[in-house]
């Protein structure tokens, strides 16, 4: 009987021994809980995403002012060709500067039709045929840079012709007189060896008959 309440009270003992200093489940996960509860949201600089709340963080401000996006280069002077550096360079004028009754007149011979050709930049040249309309020309052209011609030592067999108020010379050996005009350029009366004939052979004459008022003309 003593042995049996001896082990009864043993394991009385051993079962307060276990179970006295221990924590109720329902402690321990609550503490668990307390341990583990994410309040980042609730406290801004522990761990809230404030990029998206102002601008600086993620707002594209590229387009609100010209310096960040704007194509200036049509405004910028110096990226831009002046419209008159892009243009062609003038032709010779008209050259068709007398008419036909005043070439008549002047020559002795009735001019019977006139053509024009202005095909290149530098000379352009009025035929005034006399006979038929595909017959033999006096030639009026305006060349430009043909001043140059004028005086020239290269040229031989000329003459300086004086009267028309500007350098002039007359090649007998072509028929032709060669008159300084505007910025370089020359005015040419061309008769060649068909005219012969024209104004009694005085060839030179009527070439500067015809230059005078081809040249009252070219002044306006």
């Known amino acids: 009987m003593r042995t049996r309440h001896l ?69 910028d002077p110096a990226t831009t060709a002046p419209a008159a ?17 005043e070439m008549s007149r002047l020559a002795g011979v009735e001019i019977v039709a006139t053509d024009t050709d202005e095909s290149s930049q530098e000379v352009a040249v009025c035929a005034y045929h006399f006979h038929s309309t595909d017959g033999p020309a006096i030639l ?21 012709v004086s009267g028309l108020g500007t350098p002039a010379e007359w090649f007998d050996g072509q028929a032709g007189l060669h008159v300084a005009v505007g910025d370089g350029d020359a005015l040419e009366v061309m008769l060649g060896v068909s005219s012969v004939k024209l104004r009694g052979g005085d060839l030179k004459g009527l070439a500067v008959d015809i230059a005078k008022l081809a040249l009252t003309r070219l002044a306006g």
């Open 85 to 101: 550096s892009r243009a062609e360079a003038p032709g010779p004028p008209d050259p068709c500067l007398l008419t036909k009754t």
């Open 7 to 75: 082990a009864a009270a043993l394991a009385a003992v051993v079962l307060l021994a276990g179970c006295g200093d221990q924590p109720s489940p329902v402690t321990n996960d609550a503490a668990a809980t307390a341990a583990s509860t994410d309040t980042g949201p609730a406290d801004p600089a522990a761990g809230t995403d404030t990029r998206t709340a102002g601008p600086a963080a993620g707002t594209d401000t590229r387009t609100a002012g010209p310096a960040a996006g704007a194509d200036t280069d049509a405004g």
């Open 140 to 160: 009026l052209q305006y060349h430009r840079g043909g001043a140059a011609m004028i005086n020239n030592p290269l040229f031989k067999g000329t003459e300086k």
